[in-house]
Nanobody
């Protein structure tokens, strides 16, 4: 298991940008596929984006495709989520997730559902987009 800590959230106006970071502890970060989920008040946690352990494959929810970019720096044990053209409907608590992918090929990404990401989760960070 890895310990995950998110940072970079906050309040931004619609159309603005934020970059979330998720720092992981441990020496096996490069063995983990990493993902971002979010949960708005009164709604279920939903998948946002994911990246393979190698960084060579990425996947996005349709709602953020073209606006958000996920990346990782395995030397810094950190995954990022660059969020551009933010909308009020992006307001949510954002969670970082890690899934051990060491037994899979390097481009493997778990399915984009909550149950496929049983593993390590961060504590979450608030992102608020005002209209």
């Amino acid at each position: 298991q890895v310990q995950l800590v998110e940072s970079g959230g906050g309040l931004v106006q619609a159309g603005g940008s934020l970059r979330l970071s998720c720092a992981a502890s441990g020496r096996t970060f490069s063995s983990y596929a990493m993902g971002w989920f979010r949960q708005a008040p009164g709604k279920e946690r939903e998948f946002v984006s994911a990246i393979s352990r190698s960084g060579g494959s990425t996947y996005y929810a349709d709602s953020v495709k073209g606006r958000f970019t996920i990346s990782r720096d395995n030397a810094k044990n950190t995954v990022y989520l660059q969020m551009n053209s933010l909308k009020p409907e992006d307001t949510a608590v954002y969670y970082c997730a890690a899934k051990d992918a060491s037994r899979y090929y390097s481009a493997y990404i778990p399915r984009p559902d909550f149950g496929s990401w049983v593993g390590s989760w961060g504590q979450g960070i608030q992102v608020t987009v005002s209209s």
